[in-house]
């Protein structure tokens, strides 16, 4: 059947005529020292093929060993998750021909899955609390890296030929995946996004994932489908494969469920089939076939033994779990002061670490918060990025911030700043000094330009001397034009009443 290409239905269009249903399989790549299965080397960025063992290979004649550190923290992510841990699980092959499976199967988890029948609360943007059923999570081994060359986008489409790297074969994977969600009407993209988030936010507290997404550390596959109002009968499903970031998450399901609802008005069927997403037309093109469970012809692995656990043993794991991330976020809002809203404002910008970790450098939470949600917020808003990936860091508030306590710069200046911090040409102060930015205090150079503007502004000055002291703001604006905006505006105000002999 040719493919659907037809305008996207609107977004309120389409959810006045289907309800979506939604379901999410993140697969979180453990930070053990070793793979899976083998002892070689987990390790992100090295040199491509050196990490890998006749094990990761499935070459004649070798048996692979279970990853006891895997296994635990695979348990500690089980009981976050507040899923029941398996008393005992085994391992399944999972069959399929693909070029970056050296094994031509994958080492995974199917029907005896290690946590099973869990939940997860996930707060949005407005307070609401939803709750995400998870079915199960299950511990598998990574695939290897094809990178795709010869063709403009990176993709496969129009690619001329595709590398292999099996460094990644065989690293530590834990998948879990959601019952379907429904209910979630308008919110459903801002739901996918705040969920997504929420397992990043769990796993990095965890400390068993270095949770990165653009390395590939938390993934996400979205599965959507469309059921028109009043049906009770869920639709054919896409699965948007490997989505990472939260962003790209949030607008897969958006666009997944209008081109759902394009399809579906036209009078065509929806094909349940794998799709590929493009961040830089926020589009998803088809990939292949779905393939169901029976496909992949799972059967005990013969190679290993099942995992048998223990109460004593879940208790030990149990107790090594960190603070739960609902519990430190409303400790976070204690202690450092802000309103619920201006909290909920960071958490939804993604900010909490990002100004956690700034307060624990040196700022004020007030500082913190100032550059975080504002100036920084606002520049990657212009570049598209997300604040953090800006190139911002708590340092380079701490030491903004110094300069304006010293009366070096000011808030306009460090503005510009900042701006030419993340350019790369430096810290802050060394920036202040190559660019000649310090704040002009210098009082015979103030008092010229002081003379100027009171000359000029008669009037002011006469209010001024009756008393309205606020009048001095009128000034220091033609004081800070003349100084290219980098007059000292306190020492301004000071040398305004000297001159007109008044105390301040």
Avoid at 58 to 71: D, E, R
Wanted: hydrophobic share 40%; with cysteine; charged share 30%.
């Amino acid at each position: 059947m040719a493919a659907y290409t037809a305008d996207l239905v609107d977004f309120d269009e389409a959810l006045e005529r289907y309800d979506p249903v939604l379901g999410f399989e993140v697969h979180v790549e453990l930070n053990t020292r070793t793979k899976m299965f083998s002892d070689a080397p987990n390790a992100f960025g090295d040199v491509p093929n050196s990490n890998i063992t006749p094990v990761d290979l499935g070459l004649p004649g070798v048996l692979p060993v279970v990853n006891k550190t895997a296994v635990e923290y695979s348990i500690m992510l089980g009981l976050a998750l507040n899923c029941q841990i398996a008393e005992s699980c085994r391992f399944a092959r999972k069959n399929y021909f693909y070029p970056d499976t050296p094994k031509n199967f994958q080492t995974s988890q199917y029907d005896e899955p290690i946590a099973h029948d869990g939940y997860l609360d996930i707060e949005l943007a407005d307070g609401e609390v939803f709750r995400v059923e998870i079915e199960r999570a299950h511990m598998e081994e990574d695939a290897g890296k094809l990178t795709h060359m010869g063709g403009a986008t990176g993709r496969i489409q129009g690619a001329d030929f595709s590398l292999v790297d099996y460094n990644r074969a065989g690293v530590p994977l834990v998948e879990i995946v959601t019952k379907p969600i429904t209910g979630a009407g308008h919110r459903a993209p801002e739901l996918a996004k705040a969920y997504v988030g929420a397992i990043r936010e769990i796993v990095k507290a965890l400390g068993i994932s270095d949770a990165r997404m653009e390395r590939g550390n938390v993934r996400c596959d979205a599965n959507v489908s469309l059921m028109p109002k009043g049906a009770t009968k869920f639709g054919t499903r896409s699965e948007t494969k490997n989505v990472n970031s939260l962003r790209a998450v949030e607008h897969a399901v958006r666009h997944e469920i209008q081109r759902h609802a394009a399809v579906l008005d036209s009078g065509e069927a929806i094909v349940q089939e794998t799709r590929h997403w493009h961040e830089d037309t926020r589009t998803t093109t088809s990939g292949r076939p779905k393939s169901d469970a029976d496909d992949y012809r799972y059967f005990p692995e013969p190679d290993l033994l099942p995992i048998v656990t223990n109460e004593a043993w879940i208790e030990e794991i149990r107790s090594r779990l960190p603070e739960p991330p609902a519990e430190r976020r409303k400790r976070l809002q204690a202690d450092w002061g802000y309103s619920d809203a201006e909290f909920r404002d960071v958490v939804n910008a993604g900010l909490m670490d990002a100004i956690e970790e700034t307060i624990d450098a040196g700022a004020t939470p007030a500082v913190a918060r100032k550059w975080w949600m504002g100036e920084i917020s606002r520049l990657a808003k212009n570049a598209d990025v997300e604040p953090t990936d800006l190139g911002a860091t708590p340092a380079t508030i701490i030491e903004l911030d110094s300069l304006i306590q010293a009366r070096k710069i000011n808030d306009k200046i460090a503005r510009q700043v900042l701006e030419h911090v993340i350019a790369g040409e430096g810290t802050p102060g060394e920036i202040v000094e190559k660019r000649g930015l310090a704040v002009v205090n210098d009082d015979s150079a103030l008092g010229e330009a002081i003379d100027a503007a009171m000359a000029e502004m008669p009037g002011v000055v006469e209010k001024i001397k009756g008393g309205k002291l606020q009048a001095v703001g009128a000034l220091i604006g033609p004081v800070m034009k003349a100084t290219r905006g980098q007059a000292d505006a306190a020492r301004v105000r000071e040398l305004v009443l000297e001159k007109l002999g008044i105390e301040g």
